[in-house]
């Protein structure tokens, strides 16, 4: 059974810092790995997804990472701002016989402090 | 209105009270999803359509019965909850297929609360 965890539960950090949030994964036979954002109370937003075949994938301020032979993923954020506070999670992606399943870690809670 | 939308955005109701949670995509997918999301525990899948057929029921109890009349809608029919049935109902959408990447849009969820 897959399993996804995120490393650290919660990060407080200054406005401008570069931070990095940590994703792992038991079964490494992923489709792909998706990261999204949520804000209290929200649906998920779709920051970045990356195919089982890539490396990294970039937008804007945000870099993810995938290193699917040792089932790990990294979210870096560069120069952090308040408006980047949320929950931060990751889900992997497999393939069945009838579509598609994520499973998702239990994200990292982040606050960005002026 | 557009990407996936759902309603009611909160929903109190009692024990023995039916209610139903609605959502709808506007993105031309073909596969839908419900997952649940409790406090401190991962999203949780608990039903997936695939061009309006049920693909996966993840043993989910039979108080909770889903309904996907057509590609852009999807239900989910409530009945003699549990308090510990509360939590963020969240509604997603993709396109389904053998090729692609699946990519999920989700709605903002219904926050339930059973007294």
């Known amino acids: 059974k897959q399993e996804v965890t995120q490393i650290p539960a919660a990060l407080s950090v200054p406005e401008g810092e570069n931070l990095v949030l940590n994703c792992s994964f038991t079964d490494s036979a992923i489709y792909n790995l998706q990261w999204f954002r949520q804000d209290p109370g929200k649906g998920l937003t779709s920051l970045l997804l990356i195919q089982s075949s890539q490396r990294e994938q970039t937008s804007g301020r945000l870099n993810a990472s995938l290193d699917k032979s040792s089932g790990r993923s990294t979210l870096y954020i560069a120069a952090s701002q308040p408006g980047d506070s949320a929950t931060y999670l990751c889900?992997?992606?497999?393939?069945?016989?009838?579509?598609?399943?994520?499973?998702f870690g239990t994200g990292t809670q982040l606050k960005v402090e002026l | 209105e557009t990407g996936v939308t759902q309603t009611p955005r909160h929903l109190v109701m009692g024990m023995t009270n039916k209610k139903s949670l609605k959502c709808e995509q506007h993105?031309?997918?073909?596969?839908m999803y419900w997952y649940k999301q409790s406090a401190k525990k991962p999203l949780e899948l608990m039903f997936v359509y695939n061009f309006k057929e049920q693909t996966e029921n993840n043993s989910v109890p039979s108080r909770f019965s889903p309904e996907c009349p057509n590609s852009s809608h999807l239900f989910l029919h409530l009945h003699t909850l549990q308090p510990e049935d509360s939590a963020l109902y969240l509604c997603?959408?993709?396109?389904?297929?053998?090729?692609?990447?699946?990519?999920?849009?989700f709605g903002p969820g219904t926050r339930l609360t059973v007294l």
């Open positions: 993105l031309g997918h073909n596969a």
């Open positions: 997603a959408s993709s396109q389904a297929g053998t090729s692609g990447t699946y990519e999920q849009f």
């Open positions: 889900a992997v992606r497999i393939l069945t016989g009838g579509g598609n399943k994520l499973t």
